[in-house]
């Protein structure tokens, strides 16, 4: 049964960077036409996907956040990645991290527990 | 990168049927067939009800359902029970920008 778990801090400064880490565990993260994202749900709101990125590195970023986005995928480590920059309290938000497959539909088919990250001074 | 629209919220009571909307454009959802529906109860993460517009994962009961018609898709829930209380999102593939990916607003549903 695939698994994935995001970590990091939880308490980010304004202005700094928000770095999380999704490990997957029962599967391969090179796996074809799957593709890794990460998605966001500020308290109280619905969810808005920030991008995703393919084993091969090939990235697709939401417009509204490309500027601030990275996100990157380790192989050897089963493991992709998420970096936010020049935070502001409105990304106060639940992340999460889910697997999209592109070759069913692209339905978010695993998603992890999700983690509340904070930014506040 | 717009959001696709739900309505905010639909009620029914234990038994009833009720349709939840998800309208997009022909880039998203009325240009594919990769429409996807999620439901989320409080404090957890979303589960994956219905993809590929009407297909079922294993393990969903056959009480809920979807379509699509031109850019409009729609989830509908049969027999509503109480454990049915919750938020859901529709997605769907979108071709319009580097996104690749896009949710629906979110509509609450209550069981009356």
């Known amino acids: 049964q695939l698994q994935l778990q995001e970590s990091g801090p939880v308490l980010v400064k304004p202005s700094e960077t928000l770095s999380l880490t999704c490990a997957v565990s029962g599967g391969s993260i090179s796996s074809s036409s799957y593709y890794w994202g990460w998605i966001r749900q500020p308290p109280g709101k619905g969810l808005e996907w920030i991008g995703s990125?393919?084993?091969?590195?090939?990235?697709y970023y939401n417009p509204s956040l490309k500027r601030r986005v990275t996100i990157s995928v380790d192989t050897s480590n089963n493991q992709f990645s998420l970096e936010l920059r020049s935070v502001t309290v409105a990304d106060t938000a639940v992340y999460y991290c889910?697997?999209?497959?592109?070759?069913?539909?692209?339905?978010?088919?695993?998603w992890g527990q999700g983690t509340l990250v904070t930014v506040s001074s | 990168q717009s959001a696709l629209t739900q309505p905010a919220s639909v009620s029914g009571s234990p038994g009833q049927s009720i349709t939840i909307s998800c309208t997009g454009t022909?880039?998203?959802?009325?240009?594919?067939?990769?429409v996807s529906w999620y439901q989320q109860h409080p404090g957890k993460a979303p589960k994956l009800m219905i993809y590929?517009?009407?297909n079922r994962p294993s393990g969903v009961f056959n009480r809920f359902s979807g379509s699509k018609s031109g850019n409009t898709a729609s989830l509908t829930i049969s027999g509503l029970q109480a454990e049915d209380e919750a938020d859901y999102y529709c997605?769907?593939?979108?071709?319009?920008?580097?996104?690749?990916?896009?949710f629906g607003t979110g509509t609450k549903v209550t069981v009356l």
């Open positions: 990125v393919y084993y091969s590195g090939s990235t």
């Open positions: 997605s769907s593939y979108t071709s319009s920008s580097t996104l690749l990916y896009v």
């Open positions: 022909s880039s998203d959802v009325g240009g594919y067939n990769y």
């Open positions: 590929e517009v009407t």
């Open positions: 889910a697997r999209l497959d592109g070759g069913g539909g692209w339905a978010t088919d695993y």
